[in-house]
């Protein structure tokens, strides 16, 4: 929750892919003050059944910056297994390549001010990625 002096910041994830949430995957937040001060890691969290981080920890005061970390690699990979034993003639990893995920980790950095309230939602699938403010 933000207050007049500390933003906040929610998240989900949506797998445009098979058009669903997406679930499982690791979510690391770490917000700086200032755009030359080091980042403070503050804690993670995870994607529920309906793509959500309910639970990121708070920002600190004077938080100017925010780093959102997702680790997309394993939700992949369990993602096309997934599909493969759906259609079992579905080559595991079509088109991905030697290391089988393209984006094996999605960081989204941006800047805040204290009062507002950021939802950041991560629109996901194999090949790429896009991200915008929500509401």
Same mark, same amino acid.
């Given at each position: ?24 995957? +690791?979510?690391?937040?770490? +917000? ?11 804690? &993670? ?13 708070? $920002?600190?005061? &004077? ?26 003639? +579905? ?19 941006? +800047? ?9 939602? $991560?629109? $996901? ?11």
């Amino acid at each position: 929750m933000s207050t007049s002096t500390t933003a906040s910041v929610s998240t989900h994830i949506l797998d445009t892919s098979v058009g669903r949430p997406a679930e499982g995957v +690791a979510v690391r937040l770490s +917000a700086r003050a200032g755009r030359d001060a080091d980042w403070q890691a503050l804690g &993670g969290s995870a994607t529920d059944g309906d793509g959500r981080c309910k639970d990121l920890p708070a $920002l600190p005061e &004077g938080t100017t910056h925010v780093r959102l970390d997702f680790a997309v690699e394993a939700y992949f990979e369990k993602s096309v297994k997934k599909q493969a034993d759906a259609q079992q003639d +579905a080559p595991a990893n079509r088109d991905s390549g030697a290391a089988g995920v393209f984006f094996p980790e999605v960081a989204i950095t941006f +800047a805040v001010v204290p009062g507002e309230h950021y939802h950041v939602p $991560l629109l $996901l699938n194999p090949f790429g990625y896009s991200v915008y403010r929500g509401s």
